[in-house]
């Protein structure tokens, strides 16, 4: 017995077997991540390094050039590039597709070792780092409170920014703008000579000071105490009465003796401003596996219980965008579009063969493949994303070939006077080779996508295997469920005369008759004109093409949809100063907020372009 004759004759593991697939899928679809897009690594490398004070012009000579030269001999390099700010080096490295980033990351950091020694003193440590899609973040946050400016930031650095990152599937917390206080000491050059002290000498035995450390434990029959001295400095008086060294008559000399010490605030090197206000912001990254959606609801969570927890400060915070928002959105969408192409399918089916039954068989077929295509997207470690969720959209026209072939060939044997069992064992069997063949053509379509190795390969991977998995479930149940149903439910069925499903399907049906009667003088016509037909198709072909060429169609990575959100980047002369790059980013607010259609703006000034988000 071949799997058809079983499924008729043993249905009861057929059943069980499609019940147990179905558990798995549904359970495999509650497991599943929300994103917006697969989780793909580009074949990007970027390399930041610090060089505490140092202007563009010296970061670009003393630190970019080096690193780019070193690094430009590496295999597969496809483009170099780099960005020098005030203090910060920015080398970009784009690798060939098919490279892999993993191990370039690792001969990268070999070459970087071998020159640190050439880079200026004071410059710390290359970070290297590879561009990968989740590496956007997924929320932006801005934080108001009742209190001072460096108040705030202490407060959101040493408290709310830990919170947050104990969120689970929270990968980093970045902190834009705002004023981080900073304890300045300083020193007199004329009375640093006087007392014969040079500059590293202070500052070691000040930072030598401020230092915690343990100095044993205390133990006895009942418990054990760990004892630790604690030296950091409380105050700034503290500061001023710390003993630097000792003179030749031993009289100390004191910080407050060579210099002047008093609370300030570091250098702004970058400023975060919501609605033309300065204010701190807030990006929440997720980790490379977590779900977008979930880490999204736990971090709005948080934020709430933060504002009560700190309501005597003021604290507020306002979510300026929520990547999970248009991500359910899309899924959503794509979710009700996969369920209308179920049910307009089924419509389709009752129209051309004139039986519910038929029409429910179909309803079932489907159904059954998807869910069980769950099962393989979660043991591929896939989540429901745009692409994903796509191909299950773009399936529904597959599964059904399939079950249609086998139904309408079971119909015909029906229509032979057989009895059901009989149709549906002998309907599947005589068109069983026509029904692999249409699988295994969109098989070898759609499984050779999946193989590419390319940069668009890490989002088009799941769009086609997919589409593969479950168009191959389609052919299991097109050989074992459909036959099952049809040799129990399926059966001739006589429309009655003068039945308003009877005028209706009369009517399309004559509908039909003339389309394809259309069809036939339009395909005679072209018989009898040969050349007219050829040379038209042919112009029909290059004009096509010619859309693109000249750019009538345009062409991008990823459509990301329309958020209703735009990006404005500007890029001011390395020498430019972060007041005049203020100056540039508040004339275009200006014009910005001016807009009736604009309900809300953010910028962010600083790094190696200035962004603002407008909504």
């Given at each position: 017995?071949?799997i058809?004759e079983?499924?008729?004759k043993r249905?009861?593991i057929i059943?069980?077997i499609?019940a147990?697939?179905t558990?798995?899928g549904?359970?495999?679809y509650?497991q599943?991540?929300?994103e917006?897009?697969?989780n793909f690594?580009?074949p990007v490398?970027n390399i930041?390094?610090?060089y505490p004070?140092?202007?563009s012009e010296?970061?670009?000579?003393?630190?970019s050039?080096?690193i780019?030269?070193?690094?430009s001999t590496?295999e597969?390099?496809d483009?170099?590039?780099?960005?020098s700010?005030?203090?910060?080096?920015y080398v970009i490295?784009e690798f060939k597709?098919s490279?892999?980033?993993?191990d370039a990351?690792?001969?990268?950091?070999?070459k970087i070792n071998a020159?640190?020694?050439?880079?200026?003193e004071g410059?710390?440590?290359?970070?290297?780092?590879k561009f990968?899609?989740s590496d956007?973040p997924i929320?932006?946050?801005t934080?108001s409170?009742n209190?001072?400016s460096?108040e705030?930031?202490?407060?959101i650095k040493n408290?709310?920014?830990?919170e947050?990152?104990?969120i689970?599937?929270?990968g980093d917390?970045i902190?834009?703008?705002g004023?981080?206080?900073e304890?300045?000491?300083s020193i007199?050059?004329?009375k640093?000579?006087k007392?014969?002290?040079?500059?590293?000498q202070?500052?070691?035995?000040?930072?030598t000071?401020?230092?915690?450390?343990p100095?044993?434990?205390i133990?006895?029959?009942?418990?054990q105490?760990q004892?630790?001295?604690?030296?950091?400095y409380?105050?700034?008086?503290?500061i001023?009465?710390?003993?630097?060294?000792?003179q030749?008559n031993?009289?100390?000399i004191l910080?407050?003796d060579?210099?002047?010490?008093?609370d300030s605030r570091?250098?702004i090197q970058?400023i975060?401003?919501?609605?033309?206000i300065?204010?701190i912001?807030?990006?929440?990254?997720k980790?490379?596996?977590?779900?977008?959606v979930?880490?999204?609801?736990?971090t709005?969570k948080?934020l709430?219980q933060?504002?009560?927890?700190?309501?005597n400060q003021?604290?507020?915070?306002?979510?300026?965008?929520?990547q999970?928002?248009?991500?359910l959105?899309a899924?959503?969408a794509?979710m009700?579009?996969l369920?209308l192409a179920?049910?307009?399918?089924?419509?389709?089916?009752?129209?051309f063969?004139?039986?519910?039954?038929?029409s429910?068989?179909?309803?079932i077929?489907i159904?059954?493949?998807i869910?069980?295509?769950?099962?393989?997207?979660?043991?591929?470690?896939?989540?429901l994303?745009?692409?994903?969720?796509?191909a299950?959209?773009?399936s529904?026209?597959?599964l059904?070939?399939?079950s249609?072939?086998v139904?309408?060939n079971?119909?015909?044997?029906?229509?032979?006077g057989?009895?059901?069992?009989t149709?549906?064992?002998?309907?599947?069997?005589?068109?069983g080779?026509?029904?692999l063949?249409?699988?295994l053509?969109d098989?070898v379509?759609?499984l050779p996508m999946?193989m590419?190795?390319?940069?668009?390969s890490g989002?088009?991977?799941?769009f086609?295997?997919v589409?593969?998995?479950?168009?191959l479930i389609?052919l299991f149940v097109?050989?074992?469920?459909?036959?099952?149903?049809?040799?129990?439910i399926?059966?001739l069925?006589q429309?009655?005369?003068n039945?308003?499903?009877?005028?209706?399907?009369?009517?399309?049906e004559?509908?039909?008759?003339r389309?394809?009667?259309?069809?036939?003088t339009i395909?005679?016509?072209?018989?009898?004109?040969?050349?007219i037909?050829?040379?038209?198709?042919?112009i029909i072909f290059?004009s096509?093409?010619?859309l693109?060429?000249?750019?009538f169609?345009g062409?991008e990575?990823?459509d990301?949809?329309d958020?209703?959100?735009?990006?404005?980047?500007?890029e001011?002369?390395?020498?430019?100063?972060?007041k005049?790059?203020t100056l540039?980013?508040?004339?275009?607010e200006?014009?910005?907020?001016?807009?009736p259609?604009v309900?809300d703006?953010?910028t962010?000034?600083?790094?190696t372009?200035?962004?603002?988000?407008?909504?």
């Amino acid at each position: 017995m071949n799997i058809t004759e079983i499924s008729i004759k043993r249905p009861t593991i057929i059943v069980v077997i499609f019940a147990v697939l179905t558990f798995l899928g549904i359970f495999s679809y509650k497991q599943l991540n929300y994103e917006l897009l697969p989780n793909f690594a580009m074949p990007v490398i970027n390399i930041i390094t610090i060089y505490p004070g140092a202007s563009s012009e010296e970061v670009e000579n003393s630190v970019s050039k080096k690193i780019e030269d070193a690094v430009s001999t590496t295999e597969n390099i496809d483009n170099v590039k780099s960005f020098s700010q005030e203090s910060i080096s920015y080398v970009i490295i784009e690798f060939k597709p098919s490279t892999n980033v993993d191990d370039a990351i690792q001969i990268v950091q070999r070459k970087i070792n071998a020159i640190q020694s050439q880079l200026p003193e004071g410059v710390e440590s290359p970070s290297i780092t590879k561009f990968g899609i989740s590496d956007f973040p997924i929320m932006n946050i801005t934080v108001s409170a009742n209190i001072n400016s460096t108040e705030l930031y202490d407060l959101i650095k040493n408290r709310i920014s830990p919170e947050l990152n104990g969120i689970k599937g929270v990968g980093d917390i970045i902190i834009t703008g705002g004023e981080e206080r900073e304890i300045c000491v300083s020193i007199n050059s004329a009375k640093l000579e006087k007392h014969n002290l040079s500059l590293l000498q202070v500052t070691q035995s000040i930072l030598t000071a401020n230092s915690d450390f343990p100095t044993g434990k205390i133990k006895d029959t009942s418990q054990q105490m760990q004892i630790r001295l604690s030296g950091k400095y409380k105050s700034l008086t503290e500061i001023e009465n710390h003993v630097i060294t000792f003179q030749d008559n031993n009289s100390p000399i004191l910080v407050k003796d060579i210099a002047k010490v008093y609370d300030s605030r570091k250098e702004i090197q970058n400023i975060n401003r919501h609605h033309g206000i300065n204010v701190i912001g807030l990006q929440v990254k997720k980790q490379g596996d977590a779900n977008t959606v979930e880490v999204s609801k736990r971090t709005t969570k948080k934020l709430s219980q933060l504002e009560l927890l700190y309501k005597n400060q003021g604290l507020k915070f306002n979510i300026i965008s929520d990547q999970s928002i248009f991500t359910l959105e899309a899924a959503d969408a794509v979710m009700t579009d996969l369920f209308l192409a179920i049910l307009l399918v089924a419509l389709v089916m009752l129209v051309f063969l004139h039986s519910i039954r038929n029409s429910f068989i179909v309803m079932i077929a489907i159904p059954a493949s998807i869910v069980s295509t769950f099962i393989a997207m979660y043991l591929l470690d896939y989540s429901l994303n745009m692409m994903s969720l796509l191909a299950l959209s773009l399936s529904v026209g597959i599964l059904v070939d399939d079950s249609i072939v086998v139904i309408e060939n079971i119909y015909r044997h029906l229509e032979k006077g057989k009895d059901e069992v009989t149709a549906a064992i002998n309907g599947r069997n005589e068109i069983g080779f026509t029904a692999l063949s249409i699988t295994l053509v969109d098989v070898v379509v759609f499984l050779p996508m999946s193989m590419a190795e390319s940069i668009v390969s890490g989002v088009i991977r799941q769009f086609a295997l997919v589409i593969v998995v479950a168009t191959l479930i389609s052919l299991f149940v097109s050989f074992t469920i459909t036959p099952l149903l049809a040799s129990r439910i399926a059966k001739l069925e006589q429309i009655k005369n003068n039945s308003f499903f009877k005028i209706f399907i009369d009517y399309f049906e004559m509908l039909l008759t003339r389309f394809a009667n259309w069809l036939q003088t339009i395909l005679r016509w072209t018989f009898r004109h040969k050349a007219i037909t050829m040379i038209a198709t042919t112009i029909i072909f290059f004009s096509s093409l010619s859309l693109l060429t000249f750019g009538f169609i345009g062409t991008e990575f990823i459509d990301m949809g329309d958020r209703g959100e735009i990006i404005i980047q500007m890029e001011l002369p390395k020498n430019a100063t972060l007041k005049q790059t203020t100056l540039a980013a508040f004339q275009v607010e200006q014009i910005i907020q001016n807009k009736p259609e604009v309900s809300d703006f953010s910028t962010q000034i600083g790094g190696t372009s200035d962004m603002v988000d407008i909504s």
